[in-house]
Each structure stands twice: as structure tokens, then as C-alpha cells.
């Protein structure tokens, strides 16, 4: 499986910016995907992510109400629509993929098998 994220760049708070991932290989299976974000001196955290189905989406406390995960599974892509950002969300962003996980768990990296290059996202205050 590869997973190519995109969408990343410079954006002044407040602004919005949307990024996408692509799954491509073994896609065939059900998986679910999620974010990942990594600012500088900082250990990775979980952002957001979206069961296969798109029933289940989990986001941290730091996002929750100004992004949104969503699937465009006809493209095997999921996008995270990023609004009235933030100069504390600046990072680089990676997608990431998980076959399972569960409500308990769904943040947890070592769920995740694949991993997408990341994009930076840079906010401006």
C-alpha cells in the first residue's frame, strides 16, 4: 500500500486549507485511515481520523469543530478539510493507515501500517 498525501502550505490564521490522501495497492480491503501531525521538538499526535464506512470519525480536542475527515471512496482518497487555522496547527501532516481499530484505540500510532510521506502546513499569525 502507498499513500500519497498533498494539500499542504503556507496560510495566514484563520484561513482554511484542505488536504488529501490516496491510497493506492492493496486497496481492495476494507481500512481506515486517519492524520497525524508532527510540529518541530514535538512527538507526533493524532488529529483526526474515519472508519471505512465513513460511520465512525474521531477527532482530538485540539481540532474538534474546525476540521473535518471525510472519504471520497470512489478514489480511495480521504481529505481533512482544515478551517480557522491556527499558528499552533502548524506541522507537518501525515495520513496514515490502519486495517482496525477501535474506539478505545483509534489514536493509538501503532495501529497504524502505512504511512504517507507528509505535507507541511505552515500558519501564519
Known amino acids: 500500500v502507498q499513500l500519497q498525501a498533498s494539500g499542504g502550505g503556507l496560510v495566514q490564521a484563520g484561513g482554511s486549507l484542505r488536504l488529501s490522501c490516496a491510497a493506492s495497492?492493496?486497496?481492495?480491503?476494507?481500512?481506515?485511515m486517519g492524520w497525524f501531525r508532527q510540529a518541530p521538538g514535538k512527538e507526533r499526535e493524532f488529529v483526526a481520523c474515519?472508519?471505512?464506512?465513513?460511520?465512525?470519525?474521531y477527532y482530538s480536542d485540539s481540532v474538534k469543530g474546525r476540521f473535518t475527515i471525510s472519504w471520497d471512496n470512489a478514489k480511495n482518497t480521504v481529505h481533512l478539510q482544515m478551517n480557522s487555522l491556527k499558528p499552533e496547527d502548524t506541522a507537518v501532516y501525515y495520513c496514515?493507515?490502519?486495517?482496525?481499530?477501535?474506539?478505545?484505540?483509534?489514536?493509538?500510532?501503532?495501529?497504524?501500517?502505512?504511512w504517507g510521506q507528509g505535507t507541511l502546513v505552515t500558519v501564519s499569525s
Open positions: 495497492g492493496r486497496t481492495s480491503s476494507r481500512y481506515n
Open positions: 474515519i472508519s471505512w464506512s465513513g460511520g465512525s470519525t
Open positions: 496514515a493507515l490502519a486495517w482496525s481499530w477501535t474506539h478505545r484505540d483509534y489514536d493509538d500510532v501503532s495501529n497504524y501500517a502505512y
